[in-house]
């Protein structure tokens, strides 16, 4: 499985920016895929979530109104549009990957894409 992320760069707040993460390798339907964050001296951090069918997502408090994730299953990709944006959301951002296969769940990672808010 390979993900790969784009769309990260530097923005003032009140900006939006939109990430793709591009998935490849997946062969099992049933995954989840989504965004994480860490900023420096921060633990990794939960962004959004969504399942395959786009039926169930899950978004962190402090985006909620803000973000929106969304997937194309047609191109393999997963999307993080991010409105409003803070100083405070300054970050790499990680695309993730979980699928289960025999019952047994998977994470993987893409290499992070940094996004600089300013204020």
């Known amino acids: 499985v390979q993900l790969v992320e784009s769309g990260g760069g530097l923005v003032q707040a009140g900006g939006s920016l939109r990430l793709s993460c591009a998935a490849s390798?997946?062969?099992?339907?049933?995954?989840?895929m989504g965004w994480y964050r860490q900023a420096p001296g921060k633990q990794r951090e939960l962004v959004a979530t969504?399942?395959?069918?786009?039926?169930?997502?899950i978004l962190a408090d402090s985006v909620k109104g803000r973000f929106t994730i969304s997937r194309d299953n047609a191109k393999n990709t997963v999307y993080l549009q991010m409105n409003s944006l803070k100083p405070e959301d300054t970050a790499v951002y990680f695309c993730?990957?979980?699928?289960?296969?025999?019952?047994?769940?998977?994470?993987?990672w893409g290499q992070g894409t940094q996004v600089t808010v300013s204020s």
């Open positions: 993730n990957a979980q699928i289960r296969l025999f019952g047994v769940y998977t994470d993987y």
């Open positions: 390798g997946i062969t099992s339907s049933r995954n989840t």
């Open positions: 969504v399942t395959r069918d786009g039926g169930n997502t």
